[in-house]
């Protein structure tokens, strides 16, 4: 068998794996989150979270998007901004280096440069057909906690 061959059928067996079984939890974002009783702004196709711990305030966006052409696969993203750059800031090297190191450790999630702004973000993403309150509870937590920490780690390099 060639190997092209054999990573398309792993491909395949995943999807399937990932698609078929039980009925989805929810059909949609909006849904779960109203389901999950989780309180939102929606925004278009997005949804503006709040996550409030320790006297501290995270907002997170979340949006939906389906892989492929299979509607039945939908991912939830979540993103949330750790830092916002003055306009024109040029990252330094070891912020630079910094990110990546921070990357590779993260167990979930991951951070993200926007192109545009320079802006810090921590992005995350779970299945929608799995999902549920508890899930989405846990995901938001970890959002808001990473932000907090992820902050501290990175924060000072915009002051030197």
């Not at 979540?78 to 800031?89: A, D, N, R, S, Y």
């Not at 926007?114 to 899930?135: P, Q, V």
Request: proline share 4%; glycine share 8%.
């Amino acid at each position: 068998m060639k190997r092209k061959g054999l990573h398309t059928w792993v491909f395949a067996g995943l999807v399937l794996a990932a698609a078929g079984g039980n009925a989805p939890a929810a059909g949609s974002l909006k849904e779960l989150l109203d389901k999950s009783g989780v309180k939102y702004i929606q925004q278009d196709t997005a949804f503006l979270i709040p996550v409030s711990a320790e006297g501290e305030t995270t907002m997170v966006t979340a949006t939906e998007a389906a892989l492929g052409e299979l509607a039945e696969l939908k991912l939830v993203y979540l993103f949330t901004p750790i830092l916002e750059v003055p306009k024109g800031f040029k990252h330094p090297q070891p912020m630079l280096k910094k990110i990546a190191e921070l990357n590779e450790k993260l167990l979930v999630g991951k951070l993200g440069l926007e192109a545009d702004s320079g802006c810090l973000y921590f992005i995350s993403s779970f299945w929608l057909r799995t999902a549920d309150k508890t899930t989405v509870e846990i995901e938001l937590a970890v959002a808001h906690v990473q932000r907090q920490s992820l902050r501290k780690e990175l924060e000072p390099y915009l002051q030197g």
